[in-house]
């Protein structure tokens, strides 16, 4: 089902909040622990969405030298979750040995490894912003490209990016090499601070394995609500 592809973000601060929301969206499935739940929290809020029998996304995006990167992966892939994010930007050494740690983590600790997946380029950065503040000489689309293969050279199991660059990459890296979508808007949705978007079908159309839908659902005057919106725009879809 299409629904079982929307990830909704748990961007509240205290698992007294985070349980509210999952009071209000039961149906929602899979979920999205990010750094200030995590940091507030550790991993009492992931233990609350295993007794929901929920998935969840942690979201972290470790970046540090390779043997403190590789250190994190291994201690997150204990936790038993199904998604895990690290920067592109770590570098091929740092991706490769996350890829192996993961997999010593999640053996050590008797579960299923998460899927490590790379962060590209955060949705919140324009093409302008790429070459006036990080300074990279590339167009957006090929730096895109570029992040997510080394990925998949290293090992990883996906990417996250902007729905704007999924079709290219999901043609170029193939179909097993997963791809979140952040920076999802419905036409109804403000955009926020979110730079490159499309709609949720567009994007599945694109070739996207998950889309991350946030505000649209969670700010919304009636999330459940939203929430059936956003699955009736995509239940045709596969």
Known sequence: MPNNKIIVPLDVATVEDAIALLNQLPEVTFWKVGLELFTNTGPQILEVLKSRQKRIFL??????IPNTVAGACRA???YGVDLLTIHSTNGRDALKAAAEAVQEGASQANVKPPKLIAITLLTSISSRQLASDLHVPLELPEYALKMALM????GLD????????VAQLHQT?????LLVCPGVRPEWADKGDQKRTFTPAASLQAGANYLVIGRPITSAENPAIAWQKICEEVKNLT
């Open 151 to 154: 990925a998949k050279e290293s």
């Open 158 to 165: 996906g990417a996250v990016c902007s729905p704007q660059e």
């Open 76 to 78: 997150a892939s204990r």
């Open 173 to 177: 890296c193939g179909n097993n090499f």
């Open 59 to 64: 979201d972290l995006k470790f970046h540090d």
